[in-house]
């Protein structure tokens, strides 16, 4: 008989949580793929054999606090890149755990998006890029302190980044996301974190996944929230000041939906628009 899991510390037990719910959303994908079959075309042409559907890291502040703030970053899929794989009815998982990333992109570029939000917060509220009253997390030794957690709407990592085949492609995106239904994943993370309350914060990054953050939050009503521009490494060094731009009615409680969102904003390219890496 396994002996049961004793966590030593908050993050310990945490962290076994978030595994747990990797394997079992591995588990049940792996079991949908051999009942149904290969993905179906042209969803199964873009990906490359991987998923993800979490990971976490530590926060590398090591401050005073015992129990810091959790954020969770939710894009559109974890990564990319060109792997050998199959007729796409068996994958295999990126990570060999949810904690062996040891890629600190997304967490410089989520503190520079807290030290914007810290030197515009009233603006970035009022325009709703954020719900009211957000509390950031603390500072030690001048750096922010948070557990950081990843995750997506599409747990299949793709040949090329997401971008690039939404603008060729949208309709083979949209295909791949109706393979998978985000809502079990991201209830099930939901769920795990109610005992962490009131100290996690959610984050829509990427600006082309806004209006889908948006919906999922209307409909869980998750808070507090956060909207910012994708949470890469490309993005630490300058952050363009998008809060700037109204979206939505400042009545309203939730981020802005398709409608409010600017027109460059909205998922998709406009004609002569740039895509954001």
């Given amino acids: ?34 009942t149904i079959g290969a993905l179906p075309d042209p969803a199964g042409s873009i990906v490359n054999g991987k998923v993800q ?22 894009g559109i899929n974890y990564a990319q890149g060109q792997v050998k794989r199959d007729n796409g009815t068996s994958f295999a998982r990126h990570l060999q755990t949810v904690s062996s990333d040891n890629d600190q992109g997304m967490r410089k570029a989520t503190d520079a998006t807290f030290t914007a939000f810290e030197h515009h917060r009233q603006v970035w509220m009022d325009n709703r890029y954020a719900s009211k009253g957000l509390i950031l997390p603390s500072k030690a030794q001048g750096r922010w302190d948070y557990v950081l957690i990843a995750t997506n709407f599409s747990p299949f990592l793709t040949l090329k980044k997401w971008l690039v085949h939404e603008a060729k492609t949208p309709d083979v995106c949209s295909a791949l996301l109706n393979c998978w239904d985000h809502l079990r994943h991201l209830k099930s993370l939901i769920d795990a974190l109610k005992p962490f309350e009131p100290r996690v914060i959610w984050i829509g990054h990427g ?9 999922w939050q209307q409909e869980t009503r998750v808070e507090p929230w956060l909207l910012s521009l994708n949470l890469s490494g490309y993005n630490t060094s300058r952050i363009l000041p998008f809060w700037d731009t109204p979206i939505g009615n400042k009545n309203d409680s939730g981020p802005a939906t398709a409608r409010h969102l600017p ?14 890496k």
């Avoid at 049940?28 to 793929?33: C, G, N």
């Avoid at 559907?53 to 969770?72: M, N, R, T, W, Y």
């Fill in 1 to 34: 008989m396994t002996a049961p899991f004793e966590p030593d510390t908050a993050f310990a037990l945490l962290e076994h949580k978030v595994e747990t719910l990797e394997s079992d959303f591995f588990a049940q994908l792996q079991a949908q793929r051999r």
């Fill in 53 to 74: 559907f979490f990971s976490i890291e530590p926060s590398p502040a090591k401050g005073d606090e015992l129990e810091p703030a959790i954020v969770v970053g939710i």
């Fill in 207 to 215: 600006k082309h996944q806004w209006e889908r953050f948006a919906e």
């Fill in 263 to 276: 027109r460059r904003s909205r998922p998709g390219l406009a004609m002569g628009a740039t895509a954001e």
